[in-house]
């Protein structure tokens, strides 16, 4: 008799738990800001924003033509006005970089007082835009860059909530410190 009350308790303590278990209220699901998106909505963003890098590229190619400083294309679509910038060798993650850029629209107004600025930063550990990032694997210390980028690869259609308003191209003068 013992052992068939023992076995009973088990059994019971068991149901108990699973009941306990299947009462956990969990935490609702939502679908993203705005819902969720269908096949068509993402085809037009993706065409939207295909259509605007385009627009973008040959502005910016139009006003590197009236430039007196020459600007060469980078593999990740932005320009540099370094034209052995690809060629010098590439820092691999793990490195360490400080550095420091101000960025400009393309009216050459700066956008912000001071520079964006950082120090001891260990590639593969940061977070960059792209560009500011790619250039910076190439650059050597004390070299200085200018970047031409289009908003795709800046802050996109959204800003930076501040100075960048959205879909805005940028110039950004870059130094290794």
Known sequence: MLIFAKVFMKKIIVLC????IGC????????PVGGILSQKDLDISKNRTKNLNLIERTQIEDWIKNQDEVFYPMTMN?????KNLAHQKRKENGEMI????????FDLVKLYETPVQNKNKIFGHF????PVE???????????VTLLIPSA???GTYGDNDQIS???????????L
């Open 78 to 82: 932005y320009w540099v006005n370094d």
């Open 24 to 31: 956990v209220k969990h935490a609702p699901a939502y679908p």
């Open 153 to 155: 690869l800046g802050f």
């Open 17 to 20: 738990s699973l009941i306990l």
């Open 166 to 176: 959205n879909d805005m191209p940028l110039i950004i003068k870059l130094k290794v």
């Open 98 to 105: 400080s550095y420091q850029y101000d960025i400009y629209d």
């Open 127 to 130: 977070e960059e835009l792209k």
């Open 134 to 144: 790619d250039a910076l694997r190439y650059m050597q210390k004390n070299q200085e």
